[in-house]
């Protein structure tokens, strides 16, 4: 069985040193392919000489992470300039988050929709980190209807009613990962209702643990576990969990 990891964070400092280890758990795993979601300038350099050393294996995105978006984001949206040449899958991980306040949520917003232009522009799909800014973030969307968006909801944990919702202003695709073996009965819900051809497999390495390693440092090797998981949820094999969602992730990614 052949897996894609469609989120991973391999350049974060807690895999220093041990990305070789990393991806050879990865490959022996199934999980053929990892996707390296891009969070700031701190970490881009160290991602993209990551993905140079592991062609067809680690794949770059391109973007600002709303966490990092401070005083100084036009600075970090310049410093995205330079990296939009190379190849890249998406722009990512990109959106709004306001679980740590609001400070800076007109900011957030702005950055928001300069990079879905870019995606729009550039023909590529988005990859979007949403916390506690639902409204804020339809309202984006919507507006962007124009712009023919599509991409996935990294980390989902919205309703089945958002779901249908973000439907109408482009193709979007469910990342699903280790929050869906936590007893999450409104997860396992959405899980369940949404069809496999909108599921995405992922882990947020080194977030977001799944079952039985929670509490222990997440990685790609992991996805089968998530894989397992869905099949329970919607009574289908691991087999067929695995070809749909790589399939899935091909066609979203170009990959
Ligand atoms: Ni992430």
Excluded at 96 to 112: N, S, T, V, W
Excluded at 216 to 228: D, G, V
């Amino acid at each position: 069985m052949e897996y894609i990891d469609t989120h991973t964070h391999i350049a974060d400092e807690a895999f220093a040193g041990e990305e070789e280890d990393y991806i050879r758990r990865a490959l022996e795993a199934g999980v053929g392919k990892m996707l390296q979601a891009d969070i700031d300038s701190k970490e881009r350099e160290r991602m993209f000489s990551l993905v140079e050393r592991h062609p067809g294996v680690l794949f770059p995105m391109l973007g600002l992470y709303p966490g990092s978006v401070d005083a100084n984001w036009r600075d970090e949206i310049d410093e995205l300039e330079r990296w939009k040449d190379r190849p890249v899958v998406a722009i990512g991980e990109i959106g709004l988050d306001y679980h740590y306040g609001a400070d800076f949520a007109k900011e957030q917003r702005e950055a928001f929709r300069i990079q879905l232009e870019w995606a729009a522009a550039l023909n590529l799909p988005v990859n979007i980190h949403l916390r506690e800014a639902t409204e804020d973030f339809l309202a984006i969307v919507k507006d962007c209807s124009h712009l023919g968006l599509r991409g996935n909801m990294h980390a989902y944990s919205g309703s089945y009613e958002t779901f249908l919702q973000l439907q109408r202003y482009g193709d979007w695709r469910l990342g699903i990962g280790g929050v869906v073996t936590f007893k999450c009965a409104s997860l396992a819900e959405v899980v369940r209702k949404v069809p496999l051809d909108r599921l995405l497999l992922e882990t947020d390495a080194p977030y977001l643990t799944p079952v039985p390693h929670r509490g222990t440092r997440n990685e790609s090797a992991y996805i089968p576990l998530i894989a397992a998981k869905i099949a329970e949820l919607k009574g289908t094999t691991l087999e067929e969990v695995a070809a749909r969602t790589t399939q899935n992730a091909q066609e979203l990614f170009g990959i």
